[in-house]
């Protein structure tokens, strides 16, 4: 069983930065960052494989940053030059086996941190 355990979300002016944490425990081979904005579907933000190569969705790159601290099993997000439309509930997710931008890869999820970029 793996529990993850997200932390660092809140509101911030536009242009801004802020960075995400998810604590993870257990083996995993894949880890991402999703958001879930008021009604619009969950997207997919950023992963990383176990042998730290990264990839992130268009709307995000050169923007925010993936990468763990093997040592510590925690996930990060940085997160920089925040858009009003980064506003979202964002999620940790974990996968044992495969790696991709689909939601249904991911074994496991964190229970959402929430980011507001004000204009």
């Known amino acids: 069983q793996v529990h993850l355990v997200e932390s660092g979300g809140g509101s911030v002016q536009a242009g801004g930065s802020l960075r995400l944490s998810c604590a993870a425990s257990?083996?995993?081979?894949?880890m991402g960052w999703f958001r879930q904005a008021p009604g619009k579907e969950r997207e997919w933000v950023a992963s990383?494989?176990?042998?730290?190569?990264?990839s992130y969705a268009d709307s995000v790159k050169g923007r925010f940053t993936i990468s763990k601290d093997n040592a510590k099993n925690t996930l990060y997000l940085q997160m920089s030059s925040l858009k009003p439309e980064d506003t979202a509930m964002y999620y940790c997710?974990?996968?044992?086996?495969?790696?991709?931008?689909?939601?249904?890869?991911?074994?496991?999820w964190g229970q959402g941190t929430q980011v507001t970029v004000s204009s």
């Open positions: 257990g083996y995993i081979y894949c």
């Open positions: 997710a974990a996968s044992w086996l495969k790696c991709g931008i689909l939601a249904e890869i991911y074994n496991y």
């Open positions: 990383i494989i176990s042998d730290s190569s990264t």
